[in-house]
């Protein structure tokens, strides 16, 4: 975390959770949010409470910003697989983050945030939902969940065996998930603004490019190139 993300000086003291912080990139805000300690399988009480209070510190940087916000978690707050142990949304794929969902449970992120992006797990993978986007259902939308982009496929190992396709629509924490994808091949991702939308393209180990996604605010659609 200090080497690569920490925005502050390293100092050999040890810190569980840093605080949050924010990065204006043209119209855009990233909000960093430090999840090291966030337990994927079980949500312990006290991390929990902690990262209670980290979410109320995002929602005042990214209603600071005046701008869209996304917000950068290594942990994925919502992601879809096969961990033993683990209560996911399907009977057939388990999920997590779940130190991250109970803390956003309770404190709902700012609607400024409508996207994530994080790694941790080892694969692609695309997921937003019904009720995410204020322009759906003519303009009455139900929630306002942020898309999840996990970009975790250019390191180790790649998680095999997680769900590939589920049922359209399928409850996913509470809403219907409106698109999901997962994709199980190393390679890696570049976003680029396109309009009012963004585009990310992403390309193999060999640089050949595999799919692409359009990337609005509280969605993503990603198709494979042919």
């Not at 909000?31 to 409470?49: G, Y």
């Not at 797990?121 to 995410?132: D, I, M, P, R, Y």
């Not at 359009?214 to 190139?225: I, Q, S």
Request: glycine share 12%.
């Amino acid at each position: 975390w200090y080497r690569f993300l920490a925005e502050r000086d390293w100092t050999p003291e040890c810190h569980d959770y840093e605080a949050p912080y924010a990065i204006d990139i043209g119209a855009r805000r990233l909000v960093v949010l430090d999840s090291t300690h966030a337990d994927d399988r079980e949500a312990k009480p006290h991390q929990v409470m902690h990262y209670q209070a980290l979410l109320h510190a995002v929602n005042g940087l990214a209603a600071a910003g005046g701008r869209e916000s996304w917000l950068v978690s290594h942990k994925p707050f919502w992601s879809i697989g096969r961990i033993k142990g683990a209560k996911g949304p399907h009977p057939h794929a388990d999920g997590y983050n779940a130190v991250l969902q109970a803390a956003e449970a309770a404190v709902p992120l700012a609607p400024e945030v409508t996207g994530i992006l994080s790694g941790h797990f080892h694969l692609f993978q695309a997921l937003s939902f019904e009720g995410g986007n204020p322009d759906a259902a003519g303009g009455a939308a139900v929630a306002r969940r942020p898309n999840q982009l996990i970009l975790g496929n250019g390191g180790t190992m790649l998680a095999r065996g997680a769900a590939g396709s589920l049922p359209a629509g399928f409850d996913a924490w509470g809403l219907a998930a409106r698109n999901f994808v997962t994709m199980d091949r190393f390679g890696f991702g570049l976003l680029e603004p396109s309009g009012t939308d963004w585009q990310l393209t992403l390309s193999g180990s060999d640089g050949t490019a595999f799919a692409r996604c359009t990337v609005v605010p509280f969605d993503a659609r990603c198709a494979p190139l042919q």
